[in-house]
């Protein structure tokens, strides 16, 4: 079956505008999760929506980034007034319900952020 | 932080067993052992994971101490396409627990023909 997929693959931007960053999750999946990776930080986790319950933003490194999750599916990662610093692969995972925490997360290919 | 410690790199032989070490000397009780690994410039793939007994799957097999303070990630016949970062990372279920992975900066596994 299709996989998690992300749209953009790459995007190019200029400093100070705004970025959309869409999530396609597996189907029935009701566990989504947002993490990004850059090359001086790693691999760190942004924001989690688990069926209608209020997101897990911690990770969220500013105001500017947002994210929404649209009918427990379609998940699009918002970032505004872009800096040179969220210049990053953006990662989408999702999970199938089931013992809270538990379980494999599937990966998107990512989004790859660059802000000139 | 991550609660993990892995060495940076390692080399194998292609054909023969990888043995990636993982320390996690600071894991709790219902804290889980998962490690995924990801390949150039893709996203993580998720490996295997465990509690308390050893476990192991088509991909490979995880070997966790008696005291739980680390294990052993053990792919049984390195092929080249096995090259990739490899993470450790520990994490509780439970109630409310999100499941959010903490990644620290893992072992670079370079398998050698």
């Known amino acids: 079956g299709a996989g998690v997929s992300q749209s953009p693959s790459n995007k190019v931007t200029e400093k100070g505008k705004d970025v959309e960053l869409r999530c396609d999750p597996i189907?029935?999946?009701?566990?989504l999760y947002w993490y990004r990776q850059s090359l001086g930080q790693g691999l760190e986790f942004l924001i989690y929506?688990?069926?209608?319950?209020?997101?897990?933003k911690s990770g969220l490194p500013s105001d500017r980034f947002s994210a929404e999750r649209t009918g427990g599916s379609v998940s699009t990662l918002t970032i505004q007034r872009t800096q040179q610093e969220d210049s990053a692969v953006y990662l989408c995972?999702?999970?199938?319900?089931?013992?809270?925490?538990?379980?494999?997360?599937?990966f998107g290919p990512g989004t790859r952020l660059t802000v000139l | 932080d991550a609660k993990t410690t892995q060495p940076p790199s390692m080399d194998c032989a292609e054909g023969r067993a990888a043995n990636l070490p993982c320390n996690h000397s600071?894991?709790?009780?219902?804290?889980?052992v998962y490690w995924y690994r990801q390949i150039h410039s893709q996203g993580p793939q998720y490996i295997i994971h465990?509690?308390?007994n050893n476990e192991t799957n088509e991909m490979a097999s995880l070997i966790i101490t008696e005291d739980r303070k680390s294990s052993t990630l053990i792919l049984p016949h390195a092929t080249l396409r096995d090259t990739a970062v490899y993470y450790c990372?520990?994490?509780?279920?439970?109630?409310?627990?999100?499941?959010?992975?903490?990644f620290g900066q893992g072992t670079t596994l370079q398998v050698k023909p």
């Open positions: 189907s029935g999946h009701t566990a």
């Open positions: 929506f688990q069926g209608n319950s209020a997101p897990d």
């Open positions: 995972a999702s999970r199938k319900s089931g013992l809270a925490g538990v379980g494999e997360q599937f």
């Open positions: 600071t894991i709790s009780g219902n804290e889980y």
């Open positions: 990372i520990v994490g509780s279920p439970g109630s409310g627990n999100t499941g959010k992975l903490i």
């Open positions: 465990g509690l308390k």
